[in-house]
């Protein structure tokens, strides 16, 4: 990139229709800034009065621009079923899919109504779920994108495909890690997909760095470490609106490569503009990402090639 990218330079997104899972932190931001430049957004979340909250803010800061929530529990598969099937009821199609609402490090292990672990299962599965959900929506829009959020605790993580569930020895901070490094290879094994057999899906990844949300707070707890560190130390945490840079540049900047992955470019890619992320090594080997796949497939129970 040859000058620092700011929302400013978003080209206009009159005429795209764009999902957003998360009403609030990164996920709010980032609908706000596609709404300012003509986007219509679908807000999706668990929380209707989040929602209401959400879809006001919008409104006020992005005046004519429609904007609409729909109910989503990426813990339930049978949410994200419902989901689906109403936006394919109600939508001819959908130009962008950005795969942002996360949990964070809670305490103890818990699991999803569908009994996976709650970290693995939302951040990396429901997300899997959703994105075949909504591909035959995709596949009707003339250049679709798919954004997938990943973290700089990616970094350190490894993929342990023999416990995707942390059953053996529960981590929370090792397993939210491994959680947000799947969806990093699951954005590159989706563009992979995609070329091989043309479906025309632009798969990218992006991380937020280090930002100032309620992510720690809500999942490891307001008097967790990282709770308090969030609490009383906000200096360290840049403001949620520029942490939804790299998701904003990877969504609609033309310069954006298929396959990539943008972070901060500033104090090792905890704050700054959007640039080239250093991929992790737990992220470079193809068949892990196949295998992966394939594993996320059998447990969501569906077939992302054949959602046509």
């Given at each position: 990139m040859k000058q620092?990218?700011?929302p400013a330079l978003m080209p206009s997104q009159e005429g795209r229709t764009a999902v957003v899972t998360g009403t609030g932190g990164l996920g709010l931001e980032t609908?706000?800034?596609l709404a300012r430049t003509g986007a219509e957004v679908i807000v999706a979340g668990r929380d209707p009065a989040k929602g209401e909250a959400a879809l006001a803010r919008i409104r006020r800061e992005a005046p004519g621009t429609r904007v609409d929530f729909e109910r989503l529990d990426l813990a339930s598969l049978a949410s994200i079923a419902a989901f689906g099937a109403q936006l394919r009821n109600t939508r001819d199609r959908i130009d962008l899919l950005i795969n942002n609402a996360a949990v964070m490090a809670p305490p103890r292990r818990r699991t999803t109504q569908d009994g996976f672990e709650l970290q693995f299962g939302t951040n990396h599965l429901g997300h899997v779920a959703l994105t075949a959900q909504l591909l035959p929506l995709m596949?009707?829009?003339p250049v679709p994108r798919v954004v997938s959020l990943s973290s700089v605790a990616a970094r350190g993580a490894a993929m342990d495909l023999s416990d995707l569930q942390s059953e053996r020895d529960y981590v929370p901070m090792t397993a939210y890690g491994r959680s947000k490094l799947a969806c990093l290879l699951f954005a590159s094994e989706l563009q992979r997909r995609s070329d091989e057999a043309?479906?025309?899906i632009t798969s990218i990844a992006a991380h937020p760095g280090v930002s100032r949300t309620e992510l720690l707070p809500n999942g490891a707890g307001s008097r967790s470490v990282p709770g308090l560190v969030r609490r009383f130390l906000p200096f360290l945490f840049q403001p949620a609106a520029q942490g939804a840079w790299p998701t904003l540049f990877a969504s609609t900047a033309p310069e954006a490569q298929?396959?990539?992955y943008y972070g901060p470019d500033r104090l090792g890619e905890t704050?700054?503009?959007p640039a080239p992320a250093r991929l992790p090594?737990?992220?470079r080997d193809g068949a892990v990402a196949a295998r992966l796949w394939s594993l996320s497939e059998e447990l969501v129970g569906m077939r992302?090639?054949?959602a046509r």
């Open positions: 620092r990218w700011i609908a706000v800034a596949h009707r829009a043309g479906w025309g298929p396959g990539g704050r700054g503009h090594a737990g992220a992302l090639g054949e």
